[in-house]
């Protein structure tokens, strides 16, 4: 599947201002209480580490292409 960049920048642009303060300030991570949400899914490995990179289980990688398809996929 091929995806569309401008959807992709769209999405990341709405997930910054979506998790950032009053001022408009934003973390360049995501939010802890999803990533936990995600590990309580079984979409990804335990996010609390010190590691700046978080691990997509078989099903969360599976999920998530499948989501990235529909959301960001090109249309013929």
Same mark, same amino acid.
């Given at each position: 599947?091929?995806?569309?960049?401008?959807?992709?920048?769209?999405?990341?642009?709405?997930?910054?201002?979506? &998790?950032?303060?009053?001022?408009? !300030?934003?973390? +360049?991570?995501?939010?802890? #209480?999803?990533?936990?949400?995600? @590990?309580?899914?079984? &979409?990804?490995?335990?996010?609390? !580490?010190?590691? +700046?990179?978080?691990?997509? #289980?078989?099903?969360?990688?599976? @999920?998530?292409?499948?989501?990235?398809?529909?959301?960001?996929?090109?249309?013929?």
């Amino acid at each position: 599947m091929e995806y569309d960049d401008k959807l992709i920048e769209e999405a990341v642009l709405a997930l910054l201002a979506a &998790f950032s303060s009053s001022g408009g !300030n934003a973390w +360049k991570g995501f939010d802890f #209480t999803v990533m936990n949400r995600l @590990h309580e899914q079984g &979409f990804i490995q335990n996010p609390v !580490n010190k590691n +700046k990179s978080v691990w997509l #289980t078989d099903e969360g990688l599976q @999920h998530g292409r499948q989501i990235a398809d529909r959301l960001f996929g090109k249309k013929p």
